[in-house]
């Protein structure tokens, strides 16, 4: 069974830029949470989309969205990038059931420069 | 709401010792536990859980942990560190409502010396 596959692994931006991350999560999984993990912030969780919804999110700025197509992929937009938005950004693939394990991709490191 | 500590940013231990690392928990609702571990360079690998039932819990890789309420904590061990232990240790706490949203503590990095 494949796991989570997030792309790219790597990215270097300029700060005002916009990326779009993505995430493919283990075949049968509808739920899809991202997660931004940075030295000082720790884990930080951004949002989760279920069957093409927004069902939960955190406490960051609009400038972060997401969303999730039929197929439970899901992506993930920053715009107008700042340095502080360098990070490696995680995946987590559950079934969506509540509080149930997730799994997580190898993440995408973004770099603002 | 949920917060998760954990004591310890470094452990370093020698190779054939006990490991534990310590999670303490907030939580308004009964809580949901997990703890999970990063190799560098690497997303996070799911060690074990708790969601009810038997309040000791077995892992992948030889750990274990307790949830004990009285102390709110779920502190993970393992009896005999091995070289290939050493990585970044979460604790998390689940939200008891609706979803996967993780409460992760900031981590306890392991160093096992031979």
């Known amino acids: 069974k494949a796991g989570v596959t997030q792309t790219p692994r790597y990215l270097i931006k300029t700060r005002g830029q916009q990326v779009t991350l993505s995430c493919s999560p283990i075949?049968?999984?509808?739920?899809v949470s991202w997660y931004q993990q940075t030295p000082g912030q720790g884990l930080q969780f951004l949002f989760e989309?279920?069957?093409?919804?927004?069902?939960n999110k955190g406490n960051f700025p609009g400038r972060f969205s997401g969303r999730q197509f039929s197929n439970s992929r899901s992506e993930m937009n920053v715009s107008t990038l700042e340095l502080g938005d360098s990070a490696l950004y995680l995946c987590?693939?559950?079934?969506?059931?509540?509080?149930?394990?997730?799994?997580f991709g190898q993440g995408t490191r973004l770099t603002v420069v | 709401a949920q917060s998760v500590t954990q004591l310890g940013s470094h452990v370093s231990v020698s190779e054939g010792a006990l490991v534990l690392l310590r999670c303490n928990y907030s939580?308004?609702?009964?809580?949901?536990l997990f703890w999970y571990v990063q190799y560098p360079n690497q997303g996070l690998q799911l060690l074990l859980k708790?969601?009810?039932?038997?309040?000791l819990v077995k892992g992948i890789n030889g750990f274990e942990a307790e949830f004990k309420k009285s102390e709110t904590s779920f502190h993970l061990t393992k009896p005999s560190a091995h070289m290939s232990d050493a990585a970044e240790y979460f604790c998390?706490?689940?939200?008891?409502?609706?979803?996967?949203?993780?409460?992760f503590g900031t981590g306890t990095s392991l160093t096992v010396i031979p």
């Open positions: 998390a706490v689940s939200e008891g409502r609706t979803g996967n949203q993780f409460y």
């Open positions: 987590a693939s559950g079934s969506g059931t509540a509080n149930t394990e997730a799994f």
């Open positions: 075949s049968g999984h509808r739920s």
């Open positions: 939580s308004s609702v009964p809580p949901y």
């Open positions: 989309y279920f069957s093409e919804t927004q069902r």
């Open positions: 708790y969601t009810t039932g038997a309040t």
